[in-house]
C-alpha cells in the first residue's frame, strides 16, 4: 500500500527556495507568477493492508522524523481513508 | 488561482535521500517500510483566470526549468481542469 506525504512551509515561514524559483520563472518570462513555495513530496511504500493503519502509520512518521513542525505542516494521502 | 506540481524521480533512478529516508524510519522501528521516494511538490499562484491556460503556463514551467526530463518526471494539478 502506497501512502502520500505532502510537507509544506506554514503560512508566514520565508521560503527562500520558493522566492529563487519565482524570480528564474520571471527571468524566463513567466509574468504572470505571483508566488512559489516549495514543499516535499513522498511517496511511501507499506507493507501494510489496513488503510487506517498505514495511515497512523505515516503520521506517527511525520512527526517523528519526515517534518519540523514549528515550521512546516503535512498532509497524508492514503487510498481508502478519508 | 493556485496550480500544485508533483516532481518525482522516474522509476529505475537510484534515489539517495529516499533510501536514507527509509533507514532512518527503520531504525525508528517503523518495520513495515519497504520503500520511499522524495520530490518535491510546488504551489504555484498565478494572476490567471483561465484553468486551462493556467495549466499550459505550468507545464511550460516545468519543461523550461523545474523539471529535469532526464531523471524526473511531473504532474500538474489545477482546479478545474482534468
Known amino acids: 500500500m ?15 527556495q520558493g522566492n529563487a524559483v519565482r524570480g528564474s520563472l520571471e527571468a524566463l518570462g513567466f509574468s ?20 487506517m493503519a498505514a495511515r497512523a502509520s505515516v503520521e506517527e512518521m ?7 513542525p514549528v515550521v512546516e505542516s503535512f498532509r497524508v494521502d492514503v487510498p481508502g481513508t478519508p
Not at 62 to 68: A, D, E, T
Open 2 to 16: 502506497q501512502a502520500r506525504v505532502y510537507v509544506t512551509l506554514k503560512p508566514g515561514v520565508l521560503d527562500p
Open 62 to 68: 511525520c512527526r517523528r522524523l519526515l517534518v519540523n
Open 32 to 51: 504572470k507568477v505571483q508566488d512559489v513555495r516549495l514543499g516535499k513530496y513522498l511517496e511511501i511504500e507499506l507493507a501494510e493492508t489496513d488503510p
